[in-house]
């Protein structure tokens, strides 16, 4: 049944055997070296076909319905999440449209206002008093010293 026994009908690359019996090139390798599963090695190519009796045998023990139920059940459950991030993504973006449509009526400077002294005619030339000077904001006195 090892390298020294005659050919099956049953002949798979390292890599079918892995898919069908669901487990790693790797361990079908290990498992050669060991010589713990049936193969066959192809003097011409050097290459290594592994022979299987029965086709439905399976080296990890556990039942294909219950590895596909439990896949589905978490392709289903990434699904969902995906979909709940995409709306959460989508719901921000409406939020950061909303606000940069506010920004421009934000930052737009006020209209500026005429100065008095300015504004009459005649008085041009005149120099006010000292007294008579704006006012200073706290914040450019906090800010500006």
Do not use: C
């Amino acid at each position: 049944m090892y390298a020294d026994e005659p050919t099956s009908n049953h002949r798979f690359t390292v890599k079918e055997a892995a898919k069908r019996l669901n487990v790693s090139e790797a361990a079908i390798r290990q498992r050669i070296q060991r010589e713990s599963i049936a193969y066959e090695k192809d003097e011409e190519t050097n290459r290594v076909y592994i022979v299987l009796e029965d086709t439905d045998e399976r080296l990890d023990d556990v039942e294909p319905d219950i590895e596909h139920s439990s896949e589905r059940e978490l392709i289903d459950t990434l699904q969902e999440q995906l979909r709940l991030e995409r709306e959460a993504s989508a719901e921000l973006r409406r939020i950061i449209a909303g606000l940069t449509q506010r920004i421009p009526a934000i930052e737009a400077p006020p209209e500026p206002r005429e100065d008095p002294e300015t504004a009459s005619p005649g008085m041009e030339g005149v120099e006010t008093p000292l007294a008579e000077e704006k006012p200073v904001s706290w914040w450019r006195k906090l800010f500006f010293g």
